[in-house]
């Protein structure tokens, strides 16, 4: 059997079709479902000219139907695309023009959206609109008729060299489809998640078997994915891995971040898995846990066995505060981009981990500017590289990925941006990305440091800091910061220039109520840069 994920889900639903594959309140899409509104979805595909590596468009929530339409895409040897929820006309425009999507799944609330771009893209042949409100789009076909008016497609031979795309969140530019084979992420997944539920990773034909026995033995795993699924974080770590064992895929229903529903939901649902956004999710979720400590609110959350984390600093006294609730939760914080992965921290109550301090992945690096891997212990930074499963490269983009995935002495390696130094052990400390360096006075500071510094202040909720034009010295950095607590300005920066070098401490700090980020808990920094300016 090839490494795929539709010809592997296509086995599980065959052996424990009954089990939950997909819950978000009061829905609940058993795998014998999913496996077979995907195939009638799948066959509706077909019928509009989709097949081999034809781009196919989600643009929605999160929902059971958007898990569907990325299956039913696999089942043809299509590629789904992950479009951003929050984008309106002209980045809209771009990315479904730009991906050559021939087909779009969107939730009807975004329907307007899709009207003011459909006429400028002629290779759409079908919009399938999942009503979530009373409006409707004039020419778009209601998914539930799709689906029921469809014939269940065929299972087919795939190939585990299948095309899978992820668009970036465009944190460093224009979003860019990120290419990989399919084969790599399947048997990633296998691996990541097979050893956390006690048996070894499985062959893709002994999948269906292991999760057969997974379900006889209750040991089925449950993973509440609060995060966005039409990013690499909430469908790569979230949900694929568990769904490549026979597990459950669990979403919320509301669509603001709202940690009491996390909670709620997690206790209501058993779940054993939860996948967050470094401290924009986790810290909000701690707080939540002291509140109802206070209340004496006693929550069931004894299933929780595993946390992870990627896209954001997680910082240590954060996993501490939620440790310290939950005795038996291990955080494992991945050191990840869209390029690839290259490491991890593990976190538990009996072995804490710093903060940013990650075990490498084998095949990872940190490079000089020349090339030459970083000696540890040396202090000297530099670029994060990775090889093995690195990406094919960025769709329609030469250009770009000749500068992100570049051959050194053979070896074929992945730049995602990120700096680090190289401790005496090994292990990396993580100091930002490259794009986020500020340059004052001739210095280099890197954001991530300086926002680590200010969240332990404890009147501060969160904080983004950026570089901003000055006459005097080039740069000066910035905080946007968001309060829960009693902080003005100086004490901020006083309590910055006591753990850090002078020339690192804001200069500037804006309260703001909200610190601007994406639905997944990225930083939005072209956003804080701008109410910095505002600001004066």
Request: hydrophobic share 45%; net charge negative; with cysteine.
């Amino acid at each position: 059997m090839e490494a795929h994920y539709a010809t592997i889900w296509e086995s599980i639903a065959d052996r424990v079709g009954d089990s939950d594959a997909i819950v978000q309140g009061t829905r609940r899409v058993t795998w014998a479902d999913y496996e077979r509104r995907a195939a009638r979805l799948a066959a509706a595909f077909a019928a509009a000219g989709v097949g081999f590596n034809s781009k196919v468009a989600l643009f929605l929530y999160n929902a059971p139907e958007y898990l569907e339409g990325y299956f039913a895409a696999l089942k043809l040897r299509a590629v789904p695309v992950n479009v951003n929820y929050r984008y309106l006309d002209d980045e809209l425009h771009y990315l479904l023009e730009n991906s050559d999507s021939e087909v779009v799944v969107f939730h009807s609330s975004l329907g307007e959206r899709i009207a003011h771009v459909r006429q400028r893209l002629p290779l759409l042949r079908r919009w399938i609109e999942v009503a979530d409100d009373a409006q409707h789009l004039d020419g778009a076909e209601r998914y539930e008729e799709v689906v029921a008016a469809a014939v269940p497609a065929a299972h087919m031979a795939r190939s585990a060299d299948d095309i899978a795309m992820v668009y970036t969140g465009g944190t460093t530019g224009m979003p860019k489809g990120v290419m990989t084979r399919i084969g790599g992420g399947v048997l990633a997944g296998l691996a990541g998640l097979a050893p956390m539920l006690g048996i070894a990773a499985p062959a893709p034909e002994e999948v269906a078997t292991v999760a057969a026995q997974l379900a006889a033995d209750g040991r089925r795993s449950r993973s509440l994915v609060p995060c966005p699924l039409m990013h690499g974080t909430g469908l790569g770590i979230g949900s694929h891995p568990t769904m490549l064992l026979g597990g459950c895929t669990v979403l919320v229903d509301g669509r603001r971040f709202d940690p009491r529903e996390i909670w709620d939901v997690a206790e209501r649902e058993r779940v054993t898995g939860i996948t967050v956004v470094g401290d924009a999710f986790a810290r909000p979720l701690a707080r939540t846990l002291d509140e109802d400590r206070r209340n004496d609110r006693r929550r069931d959350l004894s299933s929780l066995q595993i946390m992870a984390s990627a896209g954001a600093m997680f910082s240590r006294e954060v996993k501490d505060a939620l440790v310290e609730h939950l005795p038996q939760l291990t955080i494992v914080d991945l050191i990840a981009a869209t390029e690839g992965g290259m490491g991890m921290s593990v976190h538990s109550r009996k072995r804490p981990a710093a903060t940013a301090s990650f075990r490498v992945n084998p095949g990872t690096r940190v490079m000089n500017e020349d090339g030459h891997p970083v000696a540890p212990g040396s202090g000297e930074i530099g670029m994060v590289a990775l090889s093995g499963t690195v990406p094919l490269g960025y769709y329609k983009d030469p250009e770009k990925s000749a500068r992100t995935f570049r051959e050194i002495d053979g070896v074929r390696w992945s730049f995602p941006g990120d700096f680090a130094t190289v401790e005496a052990d090994g292990t990396i400390t993580l100091l930002g990305r490259g794009s986020q360096v500020i340059n004052t006075g001739g210095e280099k500071v890197f954001a991530e440091e300086v926002e680590e510094v200010l969240k332990r202040h404890p009147a501060v909720e969160d904080c983004l800091v950026v570089g901003v034009a000055d006459e005097r010295f080039g740069q000066r950095v910035a905080a946007v910061v968001a309060l829960h607590g009693s902080a003005d300005e100086v004490q901020l920066i006083a309590h910055a220039k006591g753990q850090l070098a002078a020339f690192k401490a804001p200069k500037q700090i804006v309260l703001v109520a909200q610190v601007p980020r994406a639905p997944n808990g990225k930083a939005d920094y072209k956003r804080a840069r701008e109410l910095v300016m505002a600001a004066g």
